[in-house]
Every structure is written in structure tokens, then in C-alpha cells.
């Protein structure tokens, strides 16, 4: 398993752009599928974004598709989530995951940060 550590949340107004960072510790995270998710209080954790090895495959929930994009740099150790065009309803604690398939359900998940909290006025 790979322990990952999230950072880059904060506060801003609506129309804004934040950029996350995960950064993983081991060996082994150019094979791991990482993700994004999000959950908002009193709510599901829900899928954001995911990667594949070498950026072969990425997909994006409807929600954040054409506003968020998810990278990694495999040399860093680190997987991104910028986010642009920010709207109160993407107000959550952001979690980065790591999975040994493409997969966007997060029972597949071995491995999860602590958590980032975005917050976006309006």
C-alpha cells in the first residue's frame, strides 16, 4: 500500500480555481490508479476523478467534467486535481485514493489520504 497526504484546499469565491496535490510515499505509485473524491457533509463520498498508470486512461463524473482536470507526475510521487470555474455546490472534503485497477467505485480503493476541505462562496 502507498500512504498519500492531500493538500492545497481552502476558501474561494465562486468562478475561482484551486489546485490539489497528493503526495504518495513508497515505490510503487507509477502503477497505482489514483482518484479523486469528494464528500459534503451528510453525504456520500463521491467519485471526482481517476488516472491511469502512464495517463493512458482518465475519466471525470459528469459533475466536474471540462472544469476540473486530474494529473500525476509519476517523478513526484504526487497526483493533481485542478479545478477551475469553482461553484458552491463543490464545497467538500477532497480525498485522493489509490486502486490497483481503473475503477471509479470506492470499495476498490486500498488507499486513502486524510482528506483536504474545499470551500467555495458564492
Known amino acids: 500500500q502507498v500512504q498519500l497526504v492531500e493538500s492545497g484546499g481552502g476558501l474561494v469565491q465562486a468562478g475561482g480555481s484551486l489546485r490539489l496535490a497528493c503526495a504518495a510515499s513508497?515505490?510503487?505509485?507509477?502503477?497505482?490508479?489514483m482518484a479523486w473524491f469528494r464528500q459534503a457533509p451528510g453525504k456520500e463520498r463521491d467519485f471526482v476523478a481517476v488516472i491511469s498508470p502512464s495517463e493512458i486512461l482518465i475519466d471525470y463524473s459528469d459533475s466536474v467534467k471540462g472544469r476540473f482536470t486530474i494529473s500525476r507526475d509519476d517523478a513526484k510521487n504526487t497526483v493533481y486535481l485542478q479545478m477551475n470555474n469553482l461553484e458552491p455546490e463543490d464545497t467538500a472534503v477532497y480525498f485522493c485514493?489509490?486502486?490497483?485497477?481503473?475503477?471509479?467505485?470506492?470499495?476498490?480503493?486500498?488507499?486513502w489520504g486524510q482528506g483536504t476541505q474545499v470551500t467555495v462562496s458564492s
Open positions: 513508497g515505490r510503487t505509485f507509477s502503477s497505482y490508479y
Open positions: 485514493a489509490a486502486a490497483r485497477r481503473f475503477t471509479s467505485r470506492p470499495v476498490d480503493f486500498e488507499s
